[in-house]
């Protein structure tokens, strides 16, 4: 463990390599920041004005760029959300996301992004700084995110990327009073600490000469890139492997008790850090949150690390306009001395020519300058006033169309047609600002990545410094076991940003109308109100819930009714084919009975014909002539008797073949019961009257 001495030498090393690089940086950007609040003339150029006894007039063109920038970020401003990728757990995504919501509105997120877009416009360089807060929760903390401006920082100068995974050191100097420094460092004695500015570190801060005679304390922090020994758990079946956050005898009886697992000792990227009061140590170990890396992420404007000049490689809006902001306000300071001296007239004097000397300095007309007794009206004479120049007015609107133009905005990002018209419709008008918003587009866009990095780090936090209890307090829900998988931000989950002011929940309100439309009734309506941008959403939400719950009871009712109904239909079908099933019974035996009496038939005809056989054998006796007689009308009455048979059953098995079809062909197709009554009833009409032969 190195000692306050070399902590305290390797701050002093730190500082003296960054400052050497950074102080060119740091003029240029203080510069700017002087241009964006309005001081943009010199000393000296103040006291040339002010000796010839002009005024210093300032057009702030600059404040009025970083803030049209500035609006559109915050009416277009988007929050941070957790989704799940493909394949992962839906549910760990959603409690990361309610934890990111619940942070973001607790501690102001949204404002602190906003205050890290303004310096990045203004200087190029913002930074935003996270921690946890023990102030309310003593025992897990809040995570906390602030803007540190950059006179408060000493960052390492060969850092290229914006996650920071290639910066050596970052240095911090806080002024803190003695109350917030027992909040700071609870376990020192203050009194033993000497207070005051204990260098000349850090010359931009505003309390770095300490004019107030206020009595504040020196609070320095320093973090360092630093590896440190981890296991990582190996599994020989699947190749799994996982970083092991537990203790060395958990370990141990992990691999004791899986044959399969294997622990390997590798060196994982950390950061270490350090305190200060008065650049005496207070404190040294790991990084406070838990994350093993920087909690920081920088907001970067233009940004050119390969570029060896500090001087040009970083920088916001405000450089390329400030030489058009100088000659604008100079121009225009002497377009308003010649208007000015156009009412003052100009004379020249023979001394002890006027009465009174003041009245050559009155303005107006109708002035009246008196001689002296016996001076010559030929000693005063008046000097013609020049006349202002015919391009000086035009000069002036070109340096205020490149204050504008330089830094890539123009005047339809502000919503005006070019010219200067201002009678276009507000859609227009938002039309044309975001088409001037393009040439601006990499400052959002490094808005957006610095964004993304905040809300990685800050899923980290949760894991490590949220317990179960907590959680479940802020979301209504129990933890998972991948919830404190440390892979599990970086592999099975995206940090998304989401809408979140009204102009982008318009925006999404438009989207959602266009796809009910276009989808129709199977897209949810309940989608549609959760986006729509009005006060009130609740009692909105609730009057659909309680319409379509009624909906769905009346739909209930209709359904059941149409159920009943059809069971009638169904009882009645199957009720007139039991009554053709009868009248089929019913053909079935009619035949049976027609075949019964042709039978019958043949055997009275047999009878008849031995009858008559016996009554010829007793008229053997008659003559031939009327025994031919007798024979031929016995034998006409027996043929007649078997036609009028056979008829009878031919049209008695005709009638029952008509109705086993018909009733067959109804079983078969399924008709429609109101067709297949009115056949059975056809059926039942069409065996009435065999019946009655």
Request: a negative charge; charged letters at 25%.
């Amino acid at each position: 463990m190195p000692t306050s001495l070399d902590l305290q030498r390797d701050y002093n090393d730190y500082y003296t390599y960054g400052i050497n690089s950074w102080q060119p940086c740091h003029t240029e950007m203080n510069t700017d920041i002087e241009y964006y609040l309005g001081r943009q003339f010199t000393d000296s150029e103040l006291s040339d004005l002010s000796e010839e006894g002009r005024q210093a007039y300032i057009y702030n063109y600059c404040q009025r760029n970083v803030h049209l920038m500035l609006g559109h970020q915050m009416m277009n401003r988007k929050g941070l959300g957790v989704q799940a990728v493909e394949g992962s757990d839906e549910q760990t995504a959603d409690i990361f996301d309610k934890l990111m919501s619940s942070a973001a509105t607790n501690g102001s997120f949204y404002n602190v992004f906003t205050d890290c877009f303004e310096d990045e416009l203004i200087t190029g360089f913002g930074l935003c700084s996270m921690w946890i807060d023990y102030k309310d929760d003593i025992v897990n903390g809040d995570a906390r995110i602030r803007c540190d401006p950059f006179q408060t920082i000493m960052i390492d100068p060969k850092f290229t990327q914006i996650n920071l995974e290639d910066c050596g050191f970052i240095l911090r100097r806080n002024f803190v009073n003695e109350e917030e420094l027992k909040g700071l460092q609870p376990s020192i004695k203050v009194k033993e600490f000497k207070s005051g500015v204990p260098d000349q570190k850090f010359n931009y801060m505003s309390l770095s000469r300490n004019n107030s005679g206020q009595k504040i304390y020196a609070y320095d922090e320093m973090w360092t890139r630093s590896t440190k020994k981890a296991s990582i758990v190996i599994d020989r079946v699947n190749g799994d492997a996982k970083r092991w956050l537990g203790s060395d005898e958990d370990l141990q009886r992990k691999l004791a008790s899986n044959m399969f697992l294997m622990e390997t000792k590798v060196n994982m990227p950390s950061v270490k850090y350090t305190s200060f009061v008065g650049m005496e140590q207070v404190y040294y170990g790991d990084e406070l949150s838990g994350i093993d890396d920087y909690p920081f992420v920088p907001f970067l404007g233009v940004y050119k690390p390969q570029y060896e000049n500090f001087k040009y490689k970083l920088h916001g809006i405000i450089r390329p306009t400030r030489d058009p902001q100088d000659n604008y306000n100079k121009v225009r300071s002497k377009q308003d001395d010649i208007l000015r001296s156009m009412l003052y007239s100009s004379w020249l004097v023979e001394e002890g020519a006027l009465k009174n000397a003041e009245d050559a300095f009155k303005a107006g007309t109708g002035q009246v300058l008196v001689l002296k007794k016996g001076a010559s009206i030929n000693s005063v004479h008046q000097i013609p006033h020049r006349d202002l120049p015919q391009g000086l007015p035009y000069m002036t609107e070109q340096l205020g169309k490149d204050i504008l133009q330089l830094p890539g905005l123009n005047e339809e990002s502000l919503g005006v047609a070019e010219g200067g018209n201002t009678d276009i419709s507000a859609k227009l008008g938002q039309q044309r600002a975001s088409s001037g918003a393009i040439t601006t587009q990499k400052y959002y866009n490094n808005l957006d990545i610095s964004m993304t990095l905040v809300g990685r780090k800050l899923l980290r936090m949760f894991q490590v410094n949220y317990d179960a209890e907590k959680i479940k307090r802020i979301t209504d829900m129990d933890p998972t076991e991948e919830f404190f998988d440390r892979d599990f931000g970086k592999y099975d989950a995206v940090v998304k940003r989401q809408d979140l002011t009204d102009t982008q929940r318009e925006h999404t309100f438009s989207q959602a109308l266009q796809m009910k439309q276009i989808i129709g009734e199977e897209f949810p309506t309940s989608v549609v109100i959760d986006t729509m941008p009005i006060s009130g959403i609740t009692n909105v939400r609730e009057a659909y819930e309680q319409q379509a719950q009624q909906k769905a009871e009346q739909a209930k009712g209709v359904q059941e009714q149409e159920e009943i109904n059809k069971r009638l239909i169904n009882a009645e079908i199957v009720h007139k084919l039991s009554l053709a099933e009868q009248q089929r019974e019913t053909a079935v035996s009619r035949q049976a009975l027609a075949i019964q009496h042709l039978a019958n038939s043949e055997a009275d005809h047999a009878k008849a014909t031995l009858d008559n056989i016996k009554s010829v054998k007793e008229i053997e006796n008659m003559k031939q002539d009327q025994l031919i007689k007798v024979m031929d009308f016995i034998m006409t009455l027996q043929e007649q008797s078997r036609m009028n048979a056979k008829l009878d059953v031919k049209e008695t098995s005709k009638q029952s073949e008509e109705d086993m079809m018909a009733t067959n062909q109804m079983n078969k197709q399924g008709q429609d019961p109101a067709e297949q009554a009115q056949q059975m009833g056809q059926l039942s009409s069409l065996a009435q009257p065999n019946q009655g032969q």
